[in-house]
């Protein structure tokens, strides 16, 4: 795919680009229907079903670019990446949901948070202060065996008050079909528009540490940002919630630590943690601020609006670092 794509004027690949952006959009929108179609068949709430199967399904397109990253020896991408997606979840992605639609968070969704994103900071921090700057493959199999309890701390979740019911003539299994179908079409997209940003990137001569930390975290991020819109719209932002919060966990459990596994160690490097760090730090203190000090338990407009800002900072310091 990337061999064919090199061949292609830059013109035709954001033409392209915009393409599988589109294709993207329109398939998270159905997506978010068969979820919803199936976490009332299995009567579990809709923060767990955002939060697993969605998350899943939409943290595939930055697991598939850290191997692939990993496999041409830019292990750097893979870091940025895990690590942008996730300050970009927690800002510009749940400021368009709240622009858009209600965001509510709940008490379980803000101890993960704290939870898994001082988790996430405190193995950033040591793995830099570390003699070789490197996540160790010892400490990816550590990740990956806390995925299981994550699930399980997840499905304990009580469902919330269904009020609307399957119809009957619904098939479960062709619910789960058309779900993996489109988030298949979804990863499909995002597979193509990442190679196509890493090739713009070195055609105009841009930070490969940097770039991924902002503008491929953030395509690859479309999965989640179509989510949350139409889910929003839709009026399930638990459900968008639960992916948002989900696929920022996932990206530390099993995108850096398949990654430090493949890698036999995940390097971190002066780049993108003079970036990362006190971004993450920033975006999770100013996150959890807006949860404690608010009594409607969701995100309003202006603090939708205040995140977005947030981001928007984060793109200037990186542009800063280029």
Same mark, same amino acid.
């Given at each position: 795919?990337?061999n064919i794509?090199?061949?292609? !004027?830059?013109v035709?690949?954001?033409?392209? /680009?915009?393409g599988c952006?589109?294709?993207?959009?329109?398939?998270?929108?159905?997506?978010?229907?068969?979820? /919803?179609?199936?976490? +009332?068949?299995?009567?579990i709430?809709?923060?767990?079903?955002?939060?697993?199967i969605?998350?899943?399904?939409?943290v595939?397109?930055?697991?598939? &670019?850290?191997?692939?990253?990993?496999?041409?020896?830019?292990?750097? %991408?893979?870091?940025g990446n895990a690590?942008?997606s996730?300050?970009?979840?927690?800002?510009?992605?749940?400021?368009?949901?709240?622009l858009?639609?209600?965001?509510?968070?709940?008490?379980?969704?803000?101890?993960?948070?704290l939870?898994?994103?001082?988790?996430?900071?405190?193995?950033? *921090?040591?793995?830099?202060?570390?003699p070789?700057s490197?996540? !160790? +493959? /010892?400490?990816?199999i550590?990740?990956?065996?806390?995925?299981?309890?994550?699930?399980w701390?997840?499905?304990k979740?009580?469902?919330?008050?269904?009020?609307?019911? &399957?119809?009957?003539?619904?098939n479960f299994?062709?619910?789960?079909?058309? /779900?993996?179908? $489109?988030?298949?079409l979804?990863?499909?997209?995002?597979?193509?528009?990442?190679?196509?940003?890493?090739i713009?990137?070195? +055609? $105009?001569?841009?930070?490969?540490?940097?770039?991924?930390? &902002?503008?491929?975290?953030?395509?690859?991020?479309?999965?989640?940002?179509?989510?949350?819109?139409h889910?929003?719209?839709?009026?399930?932002?638990d *459900?968008?919630?639960?992916?948002?919060?989900?696929?920022? %966990?996932?990206?530390?459990?099993?995108v850096l630590?398949?990654?430090?596994?493949l890698?036999?160690?995940? =390097?971190?490097?002066a780049?993108?943690?003079?970036?990362q760090? !006190?971004?993450?730090?920033?975006?999770v203190?100013?996150?959890?601020?807006?949860?404690f000090?608010?009594?409607?338990?969701q995100?309003?407009?202006?603090?939708?609006?205040l995140? %977005?800002?947030c =981001?928007?900072? =984060?793109?200037?310091?990186?542009?800063?670092?280029?």
């Open positions: 795919m990337r794509l090199l061949q292609v !004027p830059s035709f690949l954001v033409v392209l /680009l915009v952006l589109w294709m993207i959009s329109s398939a998270a929108d159905r997506m978010i229907d068969q979820a /919803l179609e199936i976490s +009332r068949k299995l009567k709430s809709e923060i767990a079903t955002g939060a697993t969605v998350a899943f399904g939409t595939v397109t930055e697991l598939a &670019t850290a191997i692939m990253a990993i496999n041409q020896h830019s292990p750097d %991408i893979a870091v690590m942008g996730m300050v970009t979840n927690l800002s510009i992605i749940v400021g368009i949901g709240a858009t639609g209600v965001v509510p968070i709940s008490r379980l969704v803000t101890l993960k948070t939870f898994f994103s001082s988790l996430a900071a405190l193995v950033f *921090l040591f793995t830099f202060l570390s070789t490197q996540l !160790p +493959r /010892l400490a990816g550590f990740f990956l065996c806390l995925t299981p309890i994550y699930l701390f997840t499905f979740a009580k469902p919330a008050n269904v009020t609307q019911t &399957t119809p009957s003539h619904v299994l062709l619910s789960l079909f058309k /779900l993996f179908l $489109f988030i298949g979804i990863s499909l997209g995002a597979g193509i528009i990442v190679p196509i940003i890493d713009l990137a070195q +055609r $105009f001569s841009l930070s490969e540490g940097i770039i991924s930390a &902002t503008v491929i975290a953030f395509v690859t991020n479309a999965p989640e940002l179509s989510t949350m819109y889910a929003t719209r839709k009026g399930a932002g *459900l968008a919630v639960g992916n948002v919060i989900g696929a920022n %966990i996932l990206n530390i459990l099993v630590g398949i990654g430090s596994i890698a036999d160690g995940l =390097y971190f490097s780049e993108n943690f003079y970036l760090f !006190p971004s993450l730090l920033i975006i203190l100013v996150f959890l601020a807006f949860i000090n608010s009594n409607k338990h995100i309003s407009r202006k603090e939708g609006s995140l %977005i800002a =981001y928007g900072m =984060y793109i200037l310091a990186s542009l800063l670092l280029l």
